[in-house]
């Protein structure tokens, strides 16, 4: 059974950077598509990152340019780098795997399979 356990989260003023680290077990790493998302409460979950087992990244538009989701296969470890953080980007983050054979199709949100516990993110004026 493959678990996730994130890392990382915490508070940060506006403008300033966090790395979320995601833990695989169970499993290695590079078997999965994974992907990073975020909820608020009262809100759908939404998908931040997502990154392919052939290491294609997509990001949510809100995103582009201030975050950078990797992925250590040796480490079976998935990061997420998020700078020039925003007051919008406070949320409970979540990591999560796809178990896919496709490397390079991102997964849809309704193919991800397993779920991390989620770390709070939040962000400060």
């Known amino acids: 059974q493959v678990q996730l356990v994130e890392s990382g989260g915490g508070s940060v003023q506006a403008g300033g950077s966090l790395r979320l680290s995601c833990a695989v077990s169970g499993a290695s790493a590079s078997s999965y598509s994974m992907g990073w998302f975020r909820q608020v409460p009262g809100n759908e979950r939404e998908v931040v990152a997502s990154?392919?087992?052939?290491?294609?990244?997509t990001y949510a538009d809100s995103v582009k340019g201030r975050f950078t989701i990797s992925k250590d296969n040796a480490e079976s470890t998935l990061y997420l780098r998020m700078n020039s953080l925003k007051l919008e980007d406070t949320a409970i983050y979540y990591c999560?795997?796809?178990?896919?054979?496709?490397?390079?199709?991102?997964?849809?949100?309704?193919?991800?399979?397993?779920w991390g516990q989620g770390t709070q993110v939040t962000v400060s004026s």
């Open positions: 990154i392919t087992r052939g290491l294609i990244t």
């Open positions: 999560a795997a796809c178990p896919t054979t496709a490397f390079y199709r991102p997964c849809v949100p309704t193919e991800y399979q397993y």
